[in-house]
């Protein structure tokens, strides 16, 4: 199984929780790639099940990201900053005077070279089990007021970080002369740790005492920093294989397989033993007979034989063993729930089945799938809290994408209750590619013809194989911007109409978001930009129709069959010949011809002075494009 967890929304019938969840979820994706989170998780997974339980600890370093400038030098007696003149020399003043223009000068700081800036970067730490402590009151993990990880730092380093603060360094200095046992994994022996301190770091969850929770730092002996947790989140995620009772830790399978395990050892020494002992074949021969080596050929050996034929007993394997071991491995497997199912398919390629039989494979670690999938799911939800008060916006158009930087607002406004992180247990492997694929295809099979443009392109963005943005853009570009508009709309930004808008689509999708229920709940001048916004695509909407109207009654209909007139072309050989028009152009002609007819005989009779106010007024009716009829000659 490879588990995953995907961002839904907390109400999947607001538009604010989709977008919501939607930046959300492109953060956390970006997150994945850019932490290249998938390898760290199979280290959790590792720990997870080799040691029973795993650590996750996410912290934001300021030491780490991209270069972005350097602090400004001071003096070290005084501490004032220092600028450089126009001559490049050093000062401490910002700004200084011309004597000839008495023009003022601002002065350029002055970088400290040795103090580099970075934009910071977030860590995931993997702590081992055995390096933390908990409260031993604390019934489950969950439960424990403050886990205290223990870390082996070196002393030079944290003599770098305190250079200026002499009482840290003396408790640096005194923590430093304890000596550690630290276990090598390299050579699997404990070793002294030399020029190494052990560091203690103290988290308390938010309670009463520290409402938004409490981090120390400290050795042995002194405290080197103290906070409140940054915005009051919780940085550590954690989840254990299997519970052990009495007790808030968390145990390996490992632990129930040990004694197999011996067992196991113990019947494969026996076997070699009994190979090295009683391994090679013993020849018996009766007294008197006489074994003398003949001739020698090339791959064939000779012996002479006098008397009694010899007799040749075998020497032992350790076959005897073979069944009790294979059986306490048979045991074992079954102890861990690591049967495999090797019945064949019998050559049965049909996805359905080949799904609903691996769905049926995966029950057998489902228990301890879940547990993990809990752990993961946690790692996103610490990692989306931070990113939403760290990140700035540079780093989250990075994230989510130019065309979605009007919405970054909607990002930083995500509250617990907007969003909901639900498991997706099966994301990265085949067989969910392969359902997702299934179902896709029945729904366009289905229902594809029904379904509008602009939902299709959103079914295919979906796809697993066919999410290509650049191909199916335009499919989903409309809906987009109806999203954009609408959130904006309701954090009271109105955003004006565009003249290349799909009008409208944009009309329909304003009002569904009118006749929703929680839009009475909305500011009046939030309702009012709403009815604006309809009034001016409404408007543009009847403007393209008009335009499109008059520039239809400027094109002749060319349909129809071809039918000959009486009206005579001449030629370039100076012959005439009869002209051809399709059927449909001549009906047209006709029927413009009786319109100017009835025209005319209407104004027949009105008095001269009034035939002016009505050709005004007809013209001002008229479509764009198009023009009022013309006066007879005679008026």
Known sequence: MAPGVKVIPHNETELQD????????????????????????????????????????????????????????????????????????????????????????????????????????????????????????????????????????????????YE?????????????????????????????????????????????QYPKGYYYMTTSTGILEESELPFGVWPIA????????????????????????????????????????????????????????????????????????PQVVPGRSGEQFMAYLQMTIEEMYRVADLEQDDAEINGQLDPNVLLFRSMRQRKKVAIYAERFESFVKDICRIYLKLAQHYLDESALIRAVGRREAINIAEFKNITDQDFAITLEAVQDDADTILARSLQSQQILQYVGKDIPPEVRGQIIANMPFANNDGAFGDLTIDYRSAQSDILALDRGEYRPVRIYENHKYMIKQLTNRMKQRDFDLLSP??????????????????????KMKALQSEFI??????????????????????????????????????????????????????????????????????????MPEGY
């Open 18 to 161: 989709q977008k919501a969840a939607e930046l959300a979820s492109a953060v956390w994706m970006h997150g994945k790639a850019k932490y290249n989170l998938k390898e760290k998780i199979a280290d959790h997974a590792e720990d997870y099940v080799d040691l029973g339980e795993t650590f996750c600890l996410i912290q934001w370093d300021k030491s780490k990201g991209d270069l972005i400038g350097y602090s400004q030098a001071v003096e070290k007696e005084t501490g004032s900053p220092i600028y450089v003149d126009e001559a490049g020399a050093d000062t401490i003043y910002a700004e200084t005077v011309d004597p000839i223009t008495g023009q003022v000068i601002s002065h350029q700081p002055k970088a400290d070279m040795d103090s580099p800036v970075f934009s910071g970067d977030f860590v995931f730490k993997n702590i081992l089990p055995f390096n933390v402590l908990r409260c031993p009151k604390a019934e489950t993990m969950s439960e424990s007021p403050y886990l205290i990880v223990r870390s082996m730092m070196s002393t030079n380093d944290l003599k770098e970080m």
């Open 164 to 208: 200026s603060d002499p009482e840290k360094l003396g408790f640096i200095e005194e923590s430093s002369q304890t000596t550690f046992k630290v276990f090598d994994g390299a050579k699997g022996e404990y070793v002294d740790g030399k020029d190494q301190t052990m560091v203690r770091e103290f988290f308390f969850r938010p309670c009463m």
């Open 238 to 309: 954690w989840c254990g294989f299997q519970k052990i009772q009495t007790t808030p830790r968390a145990c390996s399978i490992i632990r129930h397989l040990r004694p197999y395990q011996a067992e196991v050892n113990r019947a494969a020494s026996s076997q070699a033993q009994q190979q090295l002992e009683s391994g090679f074949d013993k020849v018996f021969v009766q007294g008197g007979t006489k074994v003398t080596k003949g001739i020698d050929l090339p791959g064939t050996r000779f012996f002479n034989i006098s008397g009694a034929t």
């Open 525 to 546: 001048q939030i309702k009012q930009m709403y009815e604006q916004k309809i009034m001016e695509h409404s408007k543009a909407e009847a403007e393209e129709l008009s």
């Open 557 to 630: 209909p060319s349909g129809g069959a071809l039918a000959k007139a009486d009206l005579y072309i001449a030629k370039e050989n100076g012959k005439t010949e009869r002209a051809t028009f399709p059927t449909e152009a001549l009906m047209w002609l006709k029927e413009r011809l009786d319109a100017q007819g009835s025209t005319q005989e209407q104004m027949e009779g009105i008095p001269p002075d009034a035939i002016g106010q009505i050709q005004e007024q007809m013209g001002g009716m008229m479509p764009p494009g198009e023009q009022a009829p013309q």
